[in-house]
């Protein structure tokens, strides 16, 4: 089984649209998005969702406030200043990472752990295979571990559809997030733009890739929006020896396609064959 | 003052927004660049006088002459970042979160002070543009730590603009937090609305005042356009999509550098937001 991922660095630069026009080119797969932050596949793919499930993870603390003595040792105790006192100690869940210590240092025991939900994830069917997909709740913190889940997940149901790929949609940056979604991977594709922004995070993000010595493999999107950076970057890449496996071209279609729902492959346009040409390239590459 | 630029969808045009007013603004302003996974004003100020410091965070370090394997500070653990079996103790500095758990409970004082790098903090300035920037070590998995360190260097004496993460999670919160205005950059598609929904709802959670600006308008569908003015959410800001714009900005030149024209508006928006 080949699990590919599209990553950027970069947010914005068109991750979710070509991993929308691959799912309609790649044969036999299950796909995962895993930016389960502000995640936007859904709305190219339109899920119809067959099974959903709670994200419990970690735990929040939380004050019995008639046992509470307002003493204060948890004010000085809690390094991420989520407690203060009004009256009696009161917890902010925002700034709350669940560490446990106030609940430890508490002489009135007024203080207990409850478990933390924090968002939900689905598993679903769309015209082009079956999906896992999750959102985390707002302002929440454990994106890493649901995107964990996600992908065990997803590596579940490609297994019980023996199934040749896996897709996923990677989320932007280079933190907890993307090293939870990088973790066993086959090969990553990066997204990147013709801008300085788009060079200086796509070496950024090649550089957590090496980090965990997954390959890489890039492809420039709206390449003609600056033709000399875009040649930048080709010569970063060759300079990297890295695979550069196409430049896609900047068409209003893209945009059109997104606000129809549907997947630029399902047009006949200059991004959907630059991205058909990607896709010839991509199984190439997963024979190296 | 302290005005933060924020966006659920990444690449909407923060960073743009973020610079465009810290050159508007009366002097001296302070620019602060929050999106440290992947900080980008540098490319468009190019600051200098650069200074960077290299930040960490503490975690715990066994003074294995001291620690007689109690197991105490692996129970209190709630990140799994020590483990201890039979005479042997192991630590995993990568998953600690420095609660300091582990220092409070071990009876034998066998926990000294490690520290993680977490990444480098740079600070730089350019025509009275006092820059600070965060930039995560590559492989560091936490950015909120290095983000609050930051948003600690905030000064009252002078107007602060915040670049933020994009997002809807903890960075997005370590960022924006305390802000006294956040600004919503976006784009009018249906990615564009989406996020931005997510943003909103984060900002109200977080009881923050807020406002949204359509970058590249004229692309896309106007759904964004259509949702403010539904939910009487204050709309400060359209800016047109424009292939000069994008030109400027992929070259690392302010939009307002390329298209001065712009300038009244951008003024209007800080006057707008800091009032």
Redesign the interface.
Known sequence: MKELIVLS?????GK?TIVAALAALMPDKVMADCDV??A?LH?VLNPQIRESHRFLS??KAKVDEDACNSCGKCLK?C??KAIRIKRTARIDE??C?????CI??CPTKAISAKENDCGAWHISDTSYGRIVHAQ?D????N??KLVSLVKMQVRKQAEAQKARYILIDG??????P??ASLSGTTLALMVT??????L??LK?IA??TA?FKIPFCVCINKYD??PE?SGQIETWCREQHANLLGKIPFD?LV?ES??A?KSISEYDSPASDAISAIWQKLQLAFKE | MQIAIAS?????GK?TVAISLALVADKPVRLMDCDV??P?CH?FLRPDHMESQTMYVTVPEIDLAKCDFCGKCRD?C??KAISVFGKNIMTFPELC?????CF??CPNEAIKEGKREIGVISQGSINEIETLSGT?R???????PLIKKLRDMTSDAMLTIIDA???????V?AAT?GADFTILVTES???GL??LK?AA??ME??GQKFGIVINKAG???GSVEKWCAETGYPLLLSIPFD?KL??A????IPIIKAAPELIPAFKRLLEEVTQ
């Open positions: 660095g970069k947010g914005g630069t979710t932050d502000a936007d709305l970690g735990i105790a390094h991420f925002l700034a990472e669940g560490c446990g210590v430890h240092i985390l707002i302002g929440e913190e994106s890493g989320p932007p940056g280079i933190g907890c993307v090293i733009e013709p801008t300085m922004s788009g200086h995070d950024r550089g957590l980090h929006l600056n950076i209003p945009v997104l606000v729902g | 659920g969808k990444g690449g909407t960073t996974e992947e980008n490319l209190i709630a990140f979160h420095s609660c300091m758990g409070l409970v995560l590559v492989g560091e998995a936490m950015s909120p993460p994009p997002g809807t999670s903890c960075p919160i937090k598609t249906p990615f989406n996020d997510l709802k984060l959670k977080l692309i896309g569908d292939r994008a030109e900005y992929s070259n690392g």
